[in-house]
């Protein structure tokens, strides 16, 4: 009886490595992951970051060398955060010429040219007092276009200093036409904008706050979208898109792969996905209790990210991943 049935044997196709390599739909490039780095002003050793097991914030010179060594195992790209020592109001670091990012961009860029794309955070809450992504009115609340001012002149800085890409994070309306119009103007026509374009009011950023030493007490829900809704996400990409958004983001990845895929197939421009801190911190604690194979969630978690649309993702673990691809 089991001569007939089953008939359609997709188990075929899964016989062997060799097979299973062949007709395989989604493959990891190194060329397509994209490495956050830290550097924090001040110190003199690179900082653990206990949360996020093996990621640290960097020195000025422990920065660079991660940058050569995440270029080395040719991974497409860096994100660069600044951690300064002084925050304030108006967060007055984010546009200070010799901010401890502005400094660090013009280090990579010296130390790695146009051989790893360098693009670098456009946001305030690494260097407000309140941790807020913009500045406050008088009523608490963030004020959306007295923030715009701030990104203008962030965005000037940072191209100056020589970054490739910028990439505003903090969910303000109109952020990417007053960026684009910024750096027309002061003669960057040719750096682009990676837009955080969807991106969620997450507990999934827990582990990041750490990381850049925010003092944020509050929450963002009244700038960051709401996990609930898909919609708007595309509300969000086709504004970013008529600003002029070079490249758009969805952020976190593992819980939206829905808006990832959403995104993807609405978008003419490049869909990156962020795995984001707490992606990361999970999988790192599962294995470090031996509940998990953690190379096994490293390959399938990004390989679920790319499948879903994302043709780059931001991963701690780049380098990593990109060395298991070579
Ligand atoms: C904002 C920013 C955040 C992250 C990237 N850019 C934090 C936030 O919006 O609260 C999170 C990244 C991560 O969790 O890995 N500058």
Not at 96 to 117: C, K
Not at 153 to 172: I, K, N, T
Not at 201 to 221: C, Q, Y
Not at 285 to 304: F, K, P, Q, V, Y
């Amino acid at each position: 009886m089991s001569a007939e049935f089953p008939y359609v044997r997709p188990r075929r196709l899964r016989q062997s490595p060799a097979m299973r390599r062949l007709v395989a739909e989604t493959r990891l490039h190194p060329a397509e992951l994209i490495l956050p780095l830290f550097v924090r002003e001040g110190v003199r050793e690179p900082v653990p970051v206990t949360s996020m097991p093996g990621v640290v914030q960097h020195t000025r010179d422990t920065l660079r060398k991660a940058v050569v060594e995440a270029a080395e195992a040719g991974v497409g790209g860096v994100m660069l955060f600044g951690v300064p020592q002084v925050q304030d109001a108006t967060g007055s670091e984010g546009t200070n010429p010799d901010g401890i990012l502005q400094q660090a961009i013009r280090d990579v860029v010296a130390e790695v040219g146009d051989s790893v794309v360098i693009m670098s955070d456009l946001c305030l809450d690494e260097y407000t007092d309140h941790g807020h992504c913009g500045v406050l009115a008088a009523d608490g609340s963030v004020d959306n276009d007295a923030t715009l001012e701030r990104y203008a002149e962030m965005a000037r800085v940072q191209a100056d200093a020589g970054v490739h890409l910028v990439g505003p994070s903090g969910m303000m309306d109109g952020q990417i036409a007053v960026i684009r119009k910024a750096l027309d103007e002061s003669g960057h026509q040719d750096t682009g904008i990676l837009a955080y374009t969807a991106k969620y009011a997450s507990a999934f950023f827990g582990p990041f706050r750490e990381a850049v030493g925010s003092s944020l007490k509050g929450d963002r829900k009244a700038y960051q979208q709401d996990p609930a809704n898909a919609r708007e996400a595309l509300r969000e990409l086709e504004q970013d898109l008529a600003e002029g958004a070079d490249m758009v983001m969805v952020k976190p990845a593992m819980a939206y792969l829905d808006i990832v895929r959403q995104i993807a197939d609405a978008s003419p421009v490049p869909v990156s996905a962020y795995q984001v801190s707490g992606e990361y911190a999970m999988v790192e604690a599962a294995a470090a209790n031996g509940w998990i194979d953690r190379e096994r969630m490293i390959m399938e978690t990004l390989t679920s990210i790319r499948r879903a649309g994302a043709e780059q993702i931001l991963t701690y673990w780049a380098v990593e991943a990109a060395r298991m691809l070579k």
